[in-house]
């Protein structure tokens, strides 16, 4: 059965990853770059993860030892990412009586949420899952998908947020919100992503009167 796609604010979450090595370092590089505060727990650590570490200041604290059962004492997430199966498998397991939702890496069947391939351009986000089936199919796809979304695409999301609750507050009617913001997206993708408050502006007088 397929995974729902919930997408979860995770800043300032504790999120508790237990290993050091190449596939715990990835989980590190993406989960900082959404804020939250993580916890890896291994013998030996990537020098990536050390790296990642004294680059944020605050955010990643590392404890070189085997895990413990309290290390998931006031975790809000937990990701099992250790070379041992066994061990994986026994945090999937104290995370279960715990509720703790879990990440078991290469297993999906002890997990409550997985790792989808994402594309991201500042607040957009396109996440690609195959339900763990396959992930190299997702990363493939991924990589499909990627030459058909510009780069500016995250610049045109920004400048529509930026006007949104303007818009919200000052055009009543949905059906002119929605002829406006439409008219915004194609104006910001045939200018690579630029929208000026002119734009808006502009944009916004012409539905409006157009319509009364």
Request: aromatic share 6%; charged share 30%.
């Amino acid at each position: 059965m397929a995974y729902f796609p919930f997408l979860v604010d995770i800043e300032g979450k504790n999120i508790r990853i237990v290993g050091g090595g190449k596939v715990a370092a990835r989980k590190v590089r993406i989960m900082a770059e959404y804020g939250a505060h993580l916890f890896v727990t291994a013998p030996a650590v990537e020098e990536t993860i050390r790296l990642l570490a004294s680059d944020i200041e605050n955010q990643i604290v590392i404890d070189e030892r085997d895990f413990a059962e309290s290390d998931l004492d006031d975790m809000d997430f937990v990701i099992a990412a250790t070379a041992s199966e066994a061990l994986n498998c026994e945090v999937g397991r104290l995370c279960g009586q715990r509720k703790i939702p879990v990440n078991v890496v290469d297993m999906e069947q002890e997990c409550d949420f997985i790792f989808p391939a994402i594309i991201k351009e500042q607040d957009l986000l396109v996440a690609i899952s195959t339900g763990g089936k396959s992930p190299l199919f997702a990363a493939w796809l991924k990589k499909e998908l990627r030459r058909h979304i510009p780069a500016f695409y995250g610049k045109l999301v920004e400048g529509l947020g930026s006007c949104r609750e303007n818009i919200l507050q000052n055009v009543l009617q949905p059906a002119q919100r929605k002829r406006i913001f439409g008219d915004l997206i194609e104006r910001g993708i045939s200018r690579g992503g630029e929208l000026t408050d002119e734009d808006v502006r502009a944009v916004t007088e012409k539905n409006v009167r157009g319509n009364r």
